[in-house]
């Protein structure tokens, strides 16, 4: 599955800079993901939106704000980060019933990014 | 709460051994949803295979095999007659039915290297 892309692939900003990651999917799908991936240390999910609402925040420093306009593109502003949030950051998307069975994530990319 | 165990952090064959991939999961929920991701370098998770938890059939995918045991909370995986371009890192996921959303805990993952 290619259905899922993420600009930019790389990115370095400052602490005092604010930039936002993109995300978009192609498959049709009703619920995104944000994800970050530290060295060492498992995948953690950030935020989940179904139908562009908001469903999860697991508890993200608010340096870090999520947009969906609609069901296709995510967006993760950023600003004021700081050295430890550089990591991969990882978009998902799924297609949600609502009820069983729990349908597949699938993933873009990645944007790495370097916080100096 | 839900925990997937991947013991095994790094794993290194020479092409065309046989290797598993150990996976151990913790949920309290009688349904629920297994997962494989396989992530080379390049930073895309991709969808390997989805087992329901009410679905303890073994399955092969070509030189790949899933052995899903719910006596021991096991899912493991076996490459055969691995090739370098296996070369990645795989995480193991689980989802359980009762939370809302496709919430995906996922393995600190195992870091699998072929050598020619």
């Known amino acids: 599955e290619t259905g899922v892309t993420q600009t930019p692939r790389h990115l370095v900003m400052g602490m005092t800079n604010k930039k936002s990651l993109k995300c978009e999917q192609h498959?049709?799908?009703?619920?995104m993901y944000w994800y970050k991936q530290s060295a060492k240390k498992p995948l953690e999910l950030m935020f989940v939106?179904?139908?562009?609402?908001?469903?999860e925040n697991n508890s993200v420093p608010s340096r870090f704000s999520p947009e969906c306009p609609n069901s296709s593109h995510l967006f993760l502003h950023l600003h004021t980060l700081q050295p430890e949030d550089s990591a991969l950051y990882l978009c998902?998307?799924?297609?949600?019933?609502?009820?069983?069975?729990?349908?597949?994530?699938?993933f873009g990319p990645g944007t790495r990014l370097l916080v100096l | 709460a839900q925990k997937v165990t991947q013991a095994q952090t790094e794993i290194s064959v020479v092409e065309k051994e046989d290797v598993t991939l150990d996976c151990v999961y913790e949920?309290?929920?009688?349904?629920?949803?297994l997962f494989w991701y396989k992530q080379p370098p390049s930073g895309e998770l991709v969808f390997l295979i989805r087992?329901?938890?009410?679905?303890?059939q073994n399955e092969i995918s070509g030189r790949y095999s899933w052995n899903f045991q719910k006596s021991t909370s096991s899912f493991n995986f076996t490459i055969t007659a691995s090739q370098v371009v296996d070369s990645a890192v795989y995480f193991c996921a689980l989802s359980e039915a009762e939370t809302s959303g496709s919430r995906l805990t996922f393995g600190e993952g195992t870091q699998l290297t072929v050598n020619p």
């Open positions: 939106y179904n139908f562009k609402e908001q469903t």
């Open positions: 998902a998307s799924s297609q949600e019933g609502g009820t069983l069975p729990k349908e597949t994530q699938y």
């Open positions: 087992r329901n938890s009410f679905d303890e």
């Open positions: 949920t309290r929920d009688t349904t629920y949803y």
């Open positions: 498959l049709g799908h009703n619920a």
